[in-house]
């Protein structure tokens, strides 16, 4: 996975995490994943399709997803509060990847966001040769987060492109 | 969460009427909290572009505040349909994506406005001020005509 599409995912999950929190977040690890995705706490998928197409989910554990619901509402929100908790890292997910979704498409990539949806089972599916999967882990006052990162150059659309711009020559 | 001047309707002074729609329950109780610091009243929820339409036509509020992504018909496509059926509505798209194209879109299909997620309160109150205003501004440059 390129560079390119990996850095406004990280400028997004720092920019949006650190105004949530009101304090630094930093980056713990970032690896590439061989194995299914294995589910941290809760966490939310948002599926991309167009030139880019994917999947990245965002993963808080129970105590950080509780805390962030929290920072969100404005409000305290009870971790046995499980309804609201699963709204809050929805919503968080949609503010992180929108706003790297933003950037990405502001550089002339162009596909569409399919709106957040919890990601209940316990693994993912599998990286493949095209889709490899990056995770981030982020580290905030409130606790450990996850990105889950599975994104491809869409290989068709990039082929009619050249097709067009051959055309067009 | 700070408090705001209460911005009211113009012709009758009364608080600005609200419909908020989001596919997330969350946003939703979010942008309403923040707009009743704004002295506004929430008077319609919906999670989607095709409840969005027959909650307008229900309840006519002043201000949509209309998420884009959303299940069924999208926030764009919902915006249109409304304003094509009243020229007047006024609705704010509020959305985490926010680039150009998706915002021209939207303008050019009838939105007031545009607010990207995260939403900050003062952001959104001087959007709501803006858009308010926008309407008595212009009945009085008409009504000079």
Redesign the interface.
């Known amino acids: 996975m390129r560079m390119e599409l990996i850095q406004p995912f990280i400028n997004s999950a720092d920019a949006v995490l650190a105004e949530l929190l009101e304090s630094p977040v930093a980056i713990e690890k970032l690896t590439m994943e061989e194995e299914a995705y294995r589910r941290q706490g809760i966490a939310a998928e948002v599926c991309l399709s167009g030139e880019i197409e994917g999947r990245i989910i965002f993963d808080a554990d129970r105590a950080a997803a509780a805390q962030l619901a929290s920072r969100l509402a404005g409000a305290e929100v009870s971790a046995t509060d499980e309804e609201s908790v699963r709204e809050a890292v929805c919503e968080l997910a949609n503010q992180i990847i929108g706003n790297a979704v933003t950037t990405l498409n502001d550089q002339g990539f162009h596909f569409h966001v399919r709106p957040p949806a919890l990601h209940t089972s316990e693994q993912g599916s599998k990286s493949s040769e095209d889709t490899e999967a990056l995770v981030m882990g982020f580290n905030t006052s409130s606790g450990n987060l996850f990105m889950n990162m599975a994104l491809r150059y869409h290989r068709r659309r990039a082929s009619e492109r050249a097709v067009v711009a051959g055309h067009n020559s | 969460?700070e408090k705001f001047a209460p911005v009211t309707r113009s012709e009758d002074g009364q608080p600005v009427r609200y419909l908020i729609v989001d596919?997330?329950?969350?946003?939703r109780?979010?942008l309403a909290?923040m707009v009743e610091t704004f002295g506004g009243q929430v008077i319609g929820e919906a999670g989607d572009g095709v409840s969005a339409i027959s909650e307008y036509e229900r309840l006519t509020p002043d201000i949509v505040l209309m998420d884009i992504?959303?299940?069924q018909t999208e926030g764009i496509e919902a915006a249109e349909k409304i304003v094509r059926d009243h020229p007047t509505a006024r609705i704010v798209m509020v959305?985490?994506?926010?680039?150009?194209?998706?915002i021209v879109a939207a303008l050019q299909r009838g939105a007031r406005h545009f607010v990207?997620?995260?939403v900050k309160a003062e952001v959104l109150y001087e959007v709501i001020k803006y858009v308010m205003r926008d309407d008595s501004a212009a009945q009085g440059a008409g009504a000079g005509v």
């Open positions: 969460m596919d997330s329950v969350f946003a109780k979010n909290r992504t959303m299940p959305s985490s994506v926010g680039y150009q194209e998706n990207q997620k995260p």
